[in-house]
Nanobody, 124 residues
Framework: QVQLVESGGGLVQAGGSLMLSCARS????????MGWFRQAPGKEREFVAV????????DYADSVKGRFTISRDNAKNTVYLQMNSLKPEDTAVYYC?????????????????WGQGTQVTVSS
């Protein structure tokens, strides 16, 4: 069983920063591709970023490229999302997700494991 727990969300002013963490309890993430997705009220879930199992490969949604950075520490079984220059449109529930095989996929349905989400609210 892969249990993922996100943390680090909160309320921040536009232009500010937050770092989200996603930790797996009771097991390794080293063989999983890890992704971040988000869902704003009334909108569909959307891809944010993904990182390969070794950390060598990453991919970002155009809307966050240059502002967000995904990273991972396999020794700590944790993946991070550093969010800088936050905008009100970044307000959403952020979810981390894991999938066992394959490449850097943006499609959420390809991920088999999800966390419960953490709320990020950016005020203008």
């Amino acid at each position: 069983q892969v249990q993922l727990v996100e943390s680090g969300g909160g309320l921040v002013q536009a232009g500010g920063s937050l770092m989200l963490s996603c930790a797996r309890s009771g097991g390794t993430i080293s063989t999983y591709v890890m992704g971040w997705f988000r869902q704003a009220p009334g909108k569909e879930r959307e891809f944010v970023a993904v990182i390969g199992w070794s950390g060598a490969g990453t991919d970002y949604a155009d809307s966050v490229k240059g502002r967000f950075t995904i990273s991972r520490d396999n020794a700590k079984n944790t993946v991070y999302l550093q969010m800088n220059s936050l905008k009100p449109e970044d307000t959403a529930v952020y979810y981390c997700a894991a999938k066992r095989f394959g490449g850097l996929i943006r499609v959420g349905t390809m991920y088999g494991y999800w966390g419960q989400g953490t709320q990020v609210t950016v005020s203008s």
